[in-house]
């Protein structure tokens, strides 16, 4: 009550459990399901509690259960069908990242129905199982619903990459196959337009990146994703891994990775240390837990999961300010006054 009391214009209300709920054992599915019938809009529980399982992605599990059973199919979009109606599956608009991506999939002819879930909305992401294609940014926590929804409601999925040129225009060309001749002439000329546009950033800070090294431990999708991002610069990432990685994950990273590349899975922060004594990166990508450590050792440091504050990183509105991120923490004046141990 006190909640749509502070904010009238939700039209919904999730309730997460979270482990002082669930050590206490109150009933949040009882609570939201009489909720929802006093305040007369959805209650979504969610009963996903921080000791629940062994590794976040169980997390990602139940919150896509929870999707499904009680938000996917409530609800139609209110504008008629097309044959080009997409969903953006696990994009969460980390430093406005949907804001870059959604504008150049319509670029290509194709309608963004719905965004799971930054920037998102209830109603569209209920509306979701009315999409021809789900398109998958973050693997490890939408896969499972994206498999959910072509069993139930038929509905296929790719799984795509928008960091760095590279990428981007591999990704579009996938996406082009999947659609008629109208879409795969407007990819054509996405790529046409942006492709010398990407190069004049390439041509500006490859030679002040040309051989570095990178180092990255992240989650999600990225330890995987922005290899390519820093090889369009000229850079060669020599370790990378995860902290909740599948096996799945690791299928498709080791075939990213340069040869000899170092992947490592749930590497502790003793251990980190010594990979980057052995690898001596010129640049760590990864976490905040890692961020002051290694920026104490004299390495340049960002922080990979919310883009150092940044961004956007994805498509080619968010290339360029990748590109000058990384030339800013590589080539800062600041570290010769700090002792590196190399």
Sequence with gaps: MEAKELFPLAKGISVLSECPVGLIGDDINAVAKQSA???DIPIIPCNCEGFRGVSQSLGHHISND???D????????????TPYDIALIGDYNIGGDVWSVKPLLEEIGLNVKSVWTGDGELEKIAAT???????IHCYRSM???????EEKYGIPWLEFNFF????????LRKIADFFDDTIKEKVEAAIAKYDPLMQAVIDEYRPRLEGKKVMLYVGGLRPRHTVNAY???????????????HGDDYERTSPEMPEATVIYDDASEHELEEFVHKLRPDLVGSGIKEKY??????IPFRQMHSWDYSGPYHAYNGFPIFARDVDMAINSPTWQFVKSPF
Excluded at 164 to 171: F, L, N
Aim: one cysteine or more; glycine letters at 10%; aromatic letters at 8%.
């Design 164 to 171: 760095g040129p590279t990428k981007i225009r591999e990704s």
């Design 231 to 245: 090889a369009d610069l000229g850079m060669t990432v020599v370790g990378s891994g995860y902290e909740f990685a």
């Design 37 to 39: 019938k006093d305040l």
């Design 70 to 81: 009680h938000i996917i199919g409530t609800r139609e979009f209110a504008e008629p069908e």
């Design 129 to 135: 199982h009315r999409v021809k294609l789900n398109l």
């Design 143 to 149: 896969n499972y619903m994206c498999r959910v929804m």
């Design 293 to 298: 450590l290694f920026q104490k050792m004299g």
């Design 66 to 68: 929870t999707i499904r």
